[in-house]
């Protein structure tokens, strides 16, 4: 995949950051925006090309974020695809086993290839970003207030 | 991407590919016996029985063979997206799929090695039909013989001199299956 990131449209490039907000989202949280948006716009008609399945994927990790990639484990991973009435094809892949958050994972997709794609950042993936960055920030503040300096006494030599 | 992509899996996976499956065993434990399977339906050219034997066998780990006449835009990316196999050439491929003429060379494929036999490549050869008339066929899993249109004779012959090497073969049309292992002999016709 990231061998390819140079080629990507402005278009890829966005729904590449959509998916990863959602995928790493809460799933309460992405779900109860989920029916917010439907409870104010409606809910979208679609097909279920995919039906929701449960299945693993490897997280690989890196040491230091630079080293070798090494396999950390495996995570639980729901995946679903959906069309909508308009044929625009969405796909949603979620951490967990919750098959509606994955669905509502896949219709988010599919409706951000319309027209609705600023309508649903503002609403939808930006308070779900948001969240991660907060999380993100807390845990470094956590990590950062317990680093220890360690620094070495010079031996005299005589 | 055209619609088709994503159209043509199973509707009930678990138990669409439990049926094909089955069928499939079938198939190539009685060499020579069309089995019927359904449920799959990928782009033309390829038959409803291919696509639902693709969609039963095929996985990330198994590496898929798309010969010309087979291999286009949609069809790669069908099988991409419902069975995630990996297209490879035909050196390294599991599974070929592909009418008899264009599945051509046939030393192209891999017959496994004597410690790993099962490291050998099976073919899917699509047929106008499937008719238990033609070659005869004869050995472990048929009782006496049995006869199958094939579409020729002295590849297999020499197939089966490589035993237990060699490669395997489905045989499909419309939504018939029928199977020929290596371990069968095939004769002509009496």
Same mark, same amino acid.
């Given at each position: 995949?990231? +061998? ?15 998916? @990863? ?80 958050? @994955? ?38 503040? +956590? ?16 | ?190």
């Amino acid at each position: 995949m990231s +061998k390819n990131q140079n080629n990507l449209t402005n278009e890829q490039r966005a729904r590449q950051a959509r998916l @990863s907000v959602l995928a790493t989202a809460s799933s309460d949280q992405l779900k109860a925006l989920w029916h917010r948006w439907t409870d104010a716009n409606g809910a979208p008609e679609y097909t279920l090309v995919r039906a929701p399945e449960i299945g693993t994927v490897m997280v690989r990790g890196r040491a230091g974020a630079v080293g070798a990639p090494f396999n950390l484990g495996e995570i639980t991973v729901t995946r679903c695809s959906v069309q909508l009435a308009n044929g625009a094809v969405g796909h949603g892949y979620v951490q967990g086993r919750d098959k509606d958050t @994955s669905l509502a994972a896949a219709l988010i997709d599919a409706l951000a290839l319309g027209d609705q794609a600023s309508a649903l950042d503002a609403d939808i993936i930006g308070p779900l970003q948001a969240e991660a960055d907060g999380k993100a920030t807390e845990r470094a503040e +956590k990590a950062a207030a317990t680093k220890v300096e360690f620094f070495t006494m010079v031996r005299g030599e005589g | 991407m055209s619609d088709t992509v994503y159209q043509g899996g199973f509707t009930n996976p678990p138990q669409d590919a439990a049926h094909a499956f089955r069928a499939t065993m079938q198939a190539m434990a009685r060499p020579g016996t069309i089995e019927t399977i359904k449920g799959g339906q990928a782009p033309r050219p390829v038959s409803s029985a291919a696509a639902t034997l693709l969609l039963t066998l095929c996985d990330p780990d198994t590496g898929l063979y798309l010969a010309p006449g087979h291999d286009s835009q949609a069809m790669r990316d069908w099988v991409t997206f419902h069975t995630n196999a990996p297209l490879v050439s035909a050196e390294e491929a599991d599974f070929a799929l592909g009418s008899w003429q264009a599945l051509q060379p046939l030393d192209a494929y891999k017959v496994g090695v004597p410690a790993y036999p099962d490291r050998a490549a099976t073919l899917i050869v699509e047929m106008g039909s499937l008719t238990a008339s033609g070659s005869k066929l004869s050995g472990p899993g048929i009782k006496d013989s049995a006869a199958l249109n094939l579409p020729e004779i002295a590849a297999f012959q020499a197939n089966r001199t490589l035993f237990p090497l060699g490669f395997d073969c489905f045989f499909t049309a419309g939504d018939q299956i029928a199977a020929l292992p290596r371990s069968t002999r095939v004769e002509e016709a009496a």
